[in-house]
């Protein structure tokens, strides 16, 4: 799957608990909605590589990978669950920039 939003929380590397040789960033991901449900919908994005990625909280960035949902007990004890990507890809998207144009006289 694709996503397309806004970096929501600054990206952090992390040492995998089930294999202590491997890394990950991870981060928090919006993604803006048109139409009726103008809602955004969060993700936890876990880029599954060992190097710091080339953007930082607010970019607009593209993240490609697998959905899956994540299920916890929440620190009051209640069940609760995320949105996760398993993304192999997360890369940020240039706004292009603005050409002005002059109209001379």
């Known amino acids: 799957m694709q996503v397309f939003g806004?970096?929501?929380t600054q990206p952090e590397l992390k040492k995998s608990k089930?294999?202590?040789?491997k890394s990950y960033v991870e981060f928090r991901l919006a993604e803006?909605?048109?139409g009726?449900?103008?809602e955004p919908t969060w993700y936890t994005v876990r880029v599954m590589k060992d190097a710091k990625p080339q953007f930082d909280k607010g970019d607009f960035?593209?993240?490609?990978?697998k959905l899956k949902a994540d299920f916890y007990l929440?620190?009051?004890g209640k069940p609760t669950g995320t949105l996760l990507?398993?993304?192999f890809e997360a890369a940020k998207i240039g706004?292009?920039?603005?050409?002005?144009t002059e109209v001379t006289g």
């Open 85 to 87: 990507i398993l993304a």
């Open 74 to 76: 929440s620190r009051e």
């Open 95 to 100: 706004k292009p920039s603005s050409v002005a």
């Open 6 to 8: 806004n970096v929501a």
């Open 61 to 65: 960035v593209k993240v490609t990978g």
């Open 32 to 34: 803006s909605q048109r």
């Open 36 to 38: 009726v449900d103008t």
């Open 18 to 21: 089930s294999a202590p040789n």
